[in-house]
């Protein structure tokens, strides 16, 4: 089993930043890839932002150049950094994980508004 928990969502205004973290404990080792997805409402879940065990990286079209995500493997934390947000950008993100079975955290709500 593998637990993950988001944190780090909030109210920020367009144009700010935010950084959503994912804690990940229980059976880690073997883990494969950590991906962020986000759901708004009314609409699927999309990915936002992959990583592999080898560190490649991969980003949705609409993130691209404004989001990166990172890892540090000593704290088990998956960080995404979200610059220069937009309204459409709002949505709950959700930390996801592959190690033979996929596992998902909870979600953290993240709210673009002026």
């Known amino acids: 089993q593998v637990q993950l928990v988001e944190s780090g969502g909030g109210l920020v205004q367009p144009g700010g930043s935010l950084r959503l973290s994912c804690a990940a404990s229980?059976?880690?080792?073997?883990?494969?890839?950590i991906a962020w997805h986000r759901q708004a409402p009314g609409k699927q879940r999309e990915l936002v932002a992959h990583?592999?065990?080898?560190?490649?990286?991969n980003y949705a079209d609409s993130v691209k150049g404004r989001f990166t995500i990172s890892t540090d493997n000593a704290k088990k934390t998956v960080y995404l950094q979200m610059n220069s947000l937009k309204p459409e950008d709002t949505a709950v993100y959700f930390c996801?994980?592959?190690?033979?079975?996929?596992?998902w955290g909870q979600g953290t709500q993240v709210t673009v508004s002026s």
């Open positions: 990583i592999t065990s080898g560190g490649s990286t």
């Open positions: 996801w994980a592959e190690r033979v079975y996929a596992y």
């Open positions: 229980g059976f880690i080792s073997g883990i494969t890839a």
